[in-house]
């Protein structure tokens, strides 16, 4: 079978190639092939003698050369199906790559890996009628080259899938059974400074927008749980020209957040006017109507607007214990009553029953 008709189907488009390629920077297929055919060629029966054991030889290099190909095409392909990503990474990774990119990758894997599991027990039938060394030689050079060109042929899936990998490496890996608030708002407004003051999280705080170019996550101990707290970059609220960095934070106030803590800061120190802030904030509660929001306003230190939001001030810690119990007090009522730890028998925070509104 010439090379190019390995599959039967047409050369992708561009959006496909890239530079991927394994940490070697050789095509991934190449290390995959090595690999499986370094293996096979060591194979080395036992016990037999003569012909029997080259026919045995053979055998070993066809069942191994196949089955290491395959494994390594499932590894690859395994860690990134629909049932081992949250809903969110499967948001993020359709929004940066395209939608449906990952799983027309997996599928392409996957023929690929049924092809070679057929060309190797086909191989296997016709070794038994094969006679001489000569024709063994020649029927196990041609699986290896078959083999090759379906490995070949799916290069750019193996591409695609390694930098959704890395991509998904690089950002913070949410349990979806977990509270999570999500600190959004403005560039510069001090949302990072706030994440740093409530959670584990170490952000980087800088008085220049888009510091935090990816989602950072932190824990912290909100009431009886760990919640976790995750830091965005600033939006700016334009619909239209948002870049990578503002739809990201957006893809986490819809599909990653229970309670989104809204950033605003009124001193303006930000560069960005109260309006502004506001408006966003107005936007926001329109657009996402199942999503508890949840306003403060910081740097109390220089500024209050007297709006009558809570006001903390990360610098001077003003605030911020009022501001924890307001977000455990969210994340209480959100949870279902079933969830909820007994009640102790002196408290009476809330009726039994009631709580989940
Ligand atoms: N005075 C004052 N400055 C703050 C406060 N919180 C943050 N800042 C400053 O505001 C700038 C932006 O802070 P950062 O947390 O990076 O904002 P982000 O871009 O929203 O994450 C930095 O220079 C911070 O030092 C605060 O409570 N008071
Ligand atoms: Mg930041």
Redesign the pocket.
Known sequence: MPRSAASGRPPRGREDRGAARSPHGRPIASAILDAAFHRAHRASPHGAKGSDRNRRRALLKIVRSSAVVRRQLRLRSAPLTDEKLTEFQRRLVDRAFGVGARARALRRLKTAERRIEGLSREAERELHRAEGPERIAALVRALYGRIASHVHEVEPDLEALERVRRYLKERPTLDPATPTVVVA?F???????LVARLSTARPK???Y?F??LALEVGHADLGWDRSQILDTP?VLGRKSRRNPAEAEAEEAVEHAATVVLF?LDPSG?CGYSREEQEELARRWHAEYPGVPIIEVE??S??GVSGSGRPAV???TGEGLADLKQRLEAALRRLRPATELPPLEPTTVEEAPGGGAG
């Open positions: 708002g560039p510069n407004v001090g949302k990072s400074s705080v800088a008085d927008p510091t935090t600033g950033v120190s910081t740097k230190d220089i001030s990360a610098k």
